[in-house]
């Protein structure tokens, strides 16, 4: 009986945070002035650093003391968005991390600020300007000891995380004139940056590739293109396919209201592993009425390079940790 109201309660709440989050566009929050909520000020000790290698696969603290354990190679930084935990059952960082290192031999430094992702997201985007600049100096401090170069870098960041992995990238630049080598926005937040110029949002400037998957455009994501390369998945917009019945019975609320959103992270740690294609097209409309069969294709996720601009449509449903894609490579002629 316990349970049975518990199961109600949680498809009650389920709902309502799902039509309060995904589906009544998040009214109050755009109107209001950043600034207008008070905050506590921003404390050092609230971002801190993990990493994890070949060598040592789970994460131990990086610091400003221990920056001799970083070894100059490719690096993987990841910065999750609003709500996302960084450690624990329900975060992406232990997928991501372990995809990463059965590929290849990575540094893969996890940002760790979830006490500032976690009050309300008005108040989170508040701190986004602090959090750059510490991810950005300690980039700059590792730069300065040889243990990375900037080209080498590759920071994604999801939701909120990919307005601070695109800052990181303009601060690094305007302080060190050097582009970093690439920007992944999985999702990009709407909250506080509808009407962000440039330089205060992720940005196609922020590094020689920026790559944006959309999933909730419109909704919890900004619909917009703004990358080098934009990915518009199932058109970009919610729900996404998964995203509505099953998900209810799950007793991970936040999960449910923000499913569409995040489902574009778990699309991307797919494609760490697996080909995903992309076909070039000017909207959702001409690709499925298959108008645009004959363009380009670019990979998705993880392999997008530096080869392809502009914005790409797929279509993809996945479950049980696999995924179908209704993009197949163009035939030579
Ligand atoms: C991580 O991967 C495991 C096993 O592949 C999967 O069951 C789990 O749902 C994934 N979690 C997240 C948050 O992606
Ligand atoms: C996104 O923008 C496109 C083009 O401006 C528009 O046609 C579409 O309806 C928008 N989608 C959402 C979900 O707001």
Redesign the pocket.
Known sequence: MQNLLKKVLTVCLAVLLYSVQAIVPPAVTCQCPLGSTIVPPFNPSDVSFTIATRKSPQPVPLNANNLEIVENKPTKINIAGWLQLTTGP???F??ITREYLQKGDYNVILVHADKLMTMLEIESVQYVEPIVQTVAEMLISLRAENRLFFNNVHIIGQGLGAHIAGLVGLYIYRKMNEQIYRVTAVEVSKLGFESAPADKRVDKMDAKIVDIYHTAAGTLGLNMSLGTIDFWINGGNVPQPGCLAPQIFQEDLVSIGLCSFKMSI?YY?YTIRFVVLGEKCNSYANFKAGLCEQNERAYFGDESGTKYKGDFYLDLTCSN?KCVSNVKPLRKR
Do not use: F, T
């Open positions: 329900l975060s992406y232990p997928n778990w740690v940790q």
